[in-house]
Each structure stands twice: as structure tokens, then as C-alpha cells.
């Protein structure tokens, strides 16, 4: 049986601006650090603390490995880390295009979903500006 997702929830990451760390082994790497943002969904509502980043490579072929950490807070209170990582591309036959792997460290109890699940992120186009990212995270079924 092939699986399938089920959305789970979105986010909305504030950014502050990227800090240019140059040409380096992986890329041109970048540093975004994360400043706060939202939770919304059918399983999850809550906040992004303030703190953590998203680091960039871009390569040679224009496409980019991202990797996210950061704390998100359910509306309980109960914190949750996420580490997000895939890639990214934007070239003219598919258009903007970036899958991720959301892996989640939370205690036992009403969250705990999130840890023993495969969850998968979609992120939206960038907005123009860079100031937020937003995301869609599916689990696999």
C-alpha cells in the first residue's frame, strides 16, 4: 500500500537577516537566525520562540541544503524541538521547490506524536522581503 499524509500543521518563521559566512566546504553558507512565529494546524497550534537559525548552503547549481533548529511551544506550554532539514531549488521548468525532514525531541504526553512519526515539511515559495518562511508539514502514513 502506497503511504500518504495527512496535514498536520504550518508555521510561520520570523527571520532576522541573514549573516553571510562566505564560501565554505558545504556551499556558500548562510546563517538566518529565527526570531519567533506561529503554529497552526489540525494537530499543533502554538508559538517559535525567539533563538535557533536556519543554516544555508547554496551550490554551484543554484539549488540549497537547509537545516533548521529552533523551539517550538504548544499551546499547552509543553516546548518541542525541531531540527528540519532537506533541499531547496528554483529553476525555471518546476518553479520554486523545497522538501524537509522534521525530526522532534518532546517529553511524554499529548505531544509525543511528533517524535514516534515520519513528518515531512513543505516550505512555501520566500515571501519577497526574507522576513518569514512558512512551512506545511504533512505525516506520512
Known amino acids: 500500500m502506497a503511504p500518504t499524509l495527512n496535514y498536520v500543521f504550518s508555521l510561520h518563521v520570523n527571520l532576522a537577516p541573514p549573516v553571510d559566512l562566505g564560501p565554505l566546504s558545504a556551499g556558500h553558507r548562510r546563517y538566518i537566525p529565527i526570531t519567533g512565529g ?24 543554484g539549488s540549497y541544503h537547509m537545516r533548521a533548529e529552533y523551539v517550538l511551544q504548544a499551546n499547552d506550554g509543553t516546548s518541542i524541538f525541531i531540527h528540519n532539514e532537506g533541499d531547496a531549488r528554483n529553476d525555471a521548468s518546476s518553479g520554486w521547490y523545497a522538501r524537509t525532514v522534521a525530526k522532534f525531541d518532546v517529553k511524554e504526553g499529548p505531544h509525543a506524536w ?10 512555501l515559495p520566500p515571501p519577497p522581503s526574507l522576513a518569514f518562511v512558512e512551512f506545511n508539514f504533512y505525516e506520512v502514513l
Open 114 to 123: 511528533l517524535k514516534k512519526s515520519l513528518i515531512i515539511g513543505e516550505q
Open 38 to 61: 506561529s503554529i497552526k494546524g489540525t494537530r499543533l497550534e502554538g508559538i517559535i520562540l525567539p533563538g535557533g537559525g536556519d543554516w544555508n548552503d547554496a551550490q554551484v547549481d
